[in-house]
């Protein structure tokens, strides 16, 4: 058979879907004839396709090395450095398709796809909005397209453009759960939840749909059935750094009688903080419990109980016969709105390293005495010492809605009465050099390692205030006075339309008005601190 004979063979096996048949052919093909690049390119998209990314990176080079003027190599080398995780390589490869042949949908939407994954927004809208003028009928554009314009806090667009992916795709789940996402966002949550249910009805087992659903179950208060929901976390595609496989069973509430139970962290901070509440519950069960939890919690939890096992992740655990993520302890207690635990306080400081914060903000001659303080203040006198957090973690999916900038809270300097102690962490912590305008803020952040160090601070101040950070969870986790700053689609936890948090007896929630108005917040804030700081209502708590 001719080389010629060969590929066009190949390419129809390829074209029926039948890989290793196609496979076969070209790896003939080569033998006769290694510099042909068509079928090293098509080589190494038989390699993507089966999830051998990095061989199909390197026959896809290879067919661009002999053909360099090669769009559809480009392409596929792109898609192939995605699934690899080299999203950066990616978006070069697109980007060079497109320049040798404009008129690329598929290119425009990856890469879109690419730009969004990596935070560039705007130019992903701009990406996707390209494809579709090259293709007007592309779906998958219009529904990736809906998710920009959510990420941008474009509400309407999103929903518009969801839609429209619904209109030319009827039976398109994702599009259904992305249409749930904008609308959950403006707060049409009877509307978001049709979205999802029905992204469910098309693809039953569409873990992404269950764990939206359950969000929205949960913030309306509708915990039973959320927390089922919420089980579906474990296949996400992205569940790889939470899904632990291990050997023993998943602990399903039953007594212990005796045998070992591993609880441990599989979230975020502020999620272990917020649910170790149930470790006097999981105790009644009669058996010996381990506790694994991030590094910064080790020490903050092994206070928790003197017999407690503390381990943080990455030590070796100890055999154990059953084992529960902390956040699936709701649904193994049945948890709803009238028997969650409100054991607050249930989290506590080291006394001998709250004493030594107690002298540094008190004492004369203050070791943390901000630059530029006026030396006419007293540094024990009756100022309110509120501690101020502006930003989470950029990680967070969520964090362009729930974080602000430290600027934003200038309106806060002009409360008088008033110290305010840094306790940001991350890069954000930076804007800590640059304060608004008579904004006096004492800046320890570097001295808080771990969270039993931020713990035995805040067990010295006043008050907390604090955008949805795990802060916000130590401070109601320790009875401390806190106000988080929320945004108008809250996390799950927080519910709607309350100022108050079943969670945190402690805790005040001022919430955003609509979307992205932080300054009605600031001004509320602003105006409430005055009032404390102004009246008999300001006194310490030992």
Sequence with gaps: MTVPKAFELALQQHQAGRLAEAEALYRQILAADPRHADALHLMGVVAHQVGQNEVAVGLIRQAIALKPHFPEAHYNLGNALC??????????AYSRAIALQPNFPE??????????????????????GKAIVLRPNYSEAYSNLGVALSDRGQLDEAIAASR????????????????????????????????YRQAIAL????????????????VRGDFLAGWEEYEWRWTLKEAGSLQRNFTPPQWDGGPLEGRTLLL????GLGDAIQFIRYLPRVAQGGGNIILECQPELERLFRRITPDLLVLARG??????DVHCSLLSLPRVFFTDLTNLPRNAPYLHADAADATVWRERLSGPGSSIRPPGLPQSRDPSGPDLKVGLVWAGGPTNTNDRNRSVKLASLARLAEVPGVRFISLQKGAAAAEARNLPLGMELIDVAEELKDFAD??????????????????????????????????FAPDWRWLLARSDSPWYPTMRLFRQPAPGDWDSVIVRVARELGVLGSGDAIRRRD
Excluded at 165 to 182: D, T, W
Excluded at 264 to 267: G, K, L
Excluded at 456 to 482: E, K, Q
Aim: charged residues 15%.
């Design 107 to 128: 290119s425009y939407y990856n890469l879109g796809n690419g730009l969004r994954g990596k935070g560039r927004v705007d130019e992903a809208i701009a990406a996707y």
């Design 264 to 267: 441990h962290a599989e979230q």
């Design 164 to 195: 429209q992916a619904i209109a030319l795709r009827a039976n398109y789940p994702e599009a259904y759960n992305n249409l749930g996402i904008a609308l959950q966002g403006k707060g049409e949550l009877d509307q978001a939840i049709a979205a």
């Design 454 to 487: 931020t713990a035995a601070l805040l067990a010295n101040l006043d008050l907390v205030i604090a955008v949805d950070t795990a802060v916000v969870h130590l401070a109601g986790a320790m009875g401390r006075p806190v106000w988080t700053l929320l945004p």
């Design 315 to 320: 030590q070796t655990l100890p055999a154990f």
């Design 203 to 218: 693809h039953f087992n569409y873990a992404e749909a269950h764990v939206n659903l359950a969000f929205v179950l949960l």
């Design 83 to 92: 699934e690899k995780g080299c999203v950066d390589e990616a978006i070069a």
